[in-house]
């Protein structure tokens, strides 16, 4: 009886997907006992049964049934004491060379990271998605940056807006800026235009002024800080600005802890996803490490890293401030110096907010649903419902109560495709 209500419920799934849309799907899936994450509660759905067809969530109801029978189309996929969740999204990374993009790509997908945000953009990004050899993530792309040494006039920078537009560039991000005019411009060219800007905080440019421009994002949690000499009511003032004008903040933490040498070269062999880099690039990162080291010294070292705990401590609290405040944070490992893994290292990061004080619940939030209203695309993933899109990972634990059960991706679904860990470590070079 149970088996004939599943039959009929995937003939009422087809519906509305033509013959030749369902024969193109590569694969549709029932996946069997679940348990999700589903990231617009702070809750697990035990035993739940999910269906997927092309790329989209098309059935979550509870999973009582033992009858195991192929179905036309979809496979089954047992996933008794496993969990699913929306994938992450790193909302700040830097692509490699084109040539070596393939793994990049797939050691993100092994990490559970299903969507990036590129942060420094160049024209031969725009190939990514139409080149079949590459892994299809959710890609975010930003045009070239903007950097001090351009002056932007009105025209400029309707001429930067439109041309990063028409080129498929989804939005700008900003290095530096040569004074406030060419800022002033540049804001009202995106805003005319309904293109987003971010990037860093700017020294030249007011905070106040930043956070009401329509910059919809701040990396590495510039520019709070740099003003705690006027006060914690000017930084409290800033922080509200932020909710108020919903500017998210990526603070990127790994990245500091990597340059300020922050890990022993034990601790640095005990970080996630080691096992796919190569053995000869581990022993030149070794020597790089201690030949930095050395050429800093001792005392220098130890005094550097004062340095940085001490600023890691004022902003771990601004972080929490933001949270309390109801401001947006998204989470981007900034990876790319030596030991920070692509995709790996956004667990890293998520580390640091937990270890800032965020519960493991809001630090998933960061990197997942945070992220997806942030792009404008709430609707289509960021959390697990019914007809939100399959852009999801597949665990062997559960990270709500260990960030670091994270590190136990089965599989992964995007773009209508399900990958297994095995099939995507066959495709690294
Ligand atoms: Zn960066």
Redesign the pocket.
Known sequence: MRFTILLLTICILQQGFSQAELSDMSKNYILRNVNIIPINKDTILKNQMVIITGNKITLITDDNDKAFQPVDRYSFIDCKDKFLMPGLADM?A?FPEYNELKNYLTLNLLAGVTSIRS??GDETHLNIKKDKNLPQLNLYLSSPPITKTLTIDKKTADSIVTVSKENGFVFLKVLSIKDSLSFTNLAAACKTHSFPFCGHGLSNISMPLLLKSGYNSI??LTGYAENLNKGDTYVDKLIKLTTKHKVYNCA?ED?FELGYNMQSITDLKKRNGLKYIADTTIVKWDKEITEDQTKIGDSKLKEQRETYIKMRGIKNKILVSLVKNNAQLLI?A?A?SNYSIPGFALLEEMKHHSNAGLTNYQVLCAATINAAKYMNQSKKWGTVEINKEANLILLNANPLIDLNNLNSVEGVFINSEHKTVKELESGLK
Do not use: S
């Open positions: 700040h830097h942060m420094r990396e590495h990127t990245y981007g900034d790319g």
